[in-house]
């Protein structure tokens, strides 16, 4: 699998004209960088509450069908990586009041990057039920993406074409 590259310089990339220049990495790799789909979807992306999560988590699964529809994959897998994030989040917001999952601040080189750089882990908390069941309306529509037939299809197809 063809590795995320983080040394371009997705301000000024469409991946929408140039597909070729983009890869699905691992995870959400790349969720915050790519254009023109960060700022179609970004806007869309909550997890405050139970309520906002399903409202956002199903905007975001319309545009992952919508992009399929349009055979575009890149976006499919953009709306994936964001409903993955909106569990990962949701998850870690759960689990560390805040969010902060680490001490102190990512590197400057690391920015955009997730893992704890050398950082430390802060200790988890008791986990709060309203971020969880944001998680868990996220995590329903993130595997109906991951799972969906037409996005396997267009990922196979995807990574023959461009990921050698």
Known sequence: MKKFDYSRNYK???????PELYAVGKGEQGVLLVEPYKSEILPYWRFKTPEIAKES????????LSYLKEKDFVGADMARKFLQMGYTRSRRY?????????KGEVPKDKKGQSGSHGRPQLERQ???????????????????????????????????????
């Open 94 to 102: 759960a689990n560390y009041k805040g969010g902060r999952k680490y």
């Open 12 to 18: 000024e990339l469409d991946l929408r004209k140039n």
């Open 57 to 64: 988590s199903e905007k975001i699964y319309q545009l992952f």
């Open 126 to 164: 008791e986990e709060d039920p309203v971020k969880a069941e944001s998680a868990r309306i996220f995590k329903e529509k993130w595997f109906l993406a991951k799972d969906n037939e037409e996005y396997l299809k267009q990922k196979k197809i995807f990574q023959e074409n461009y990921s050698m």
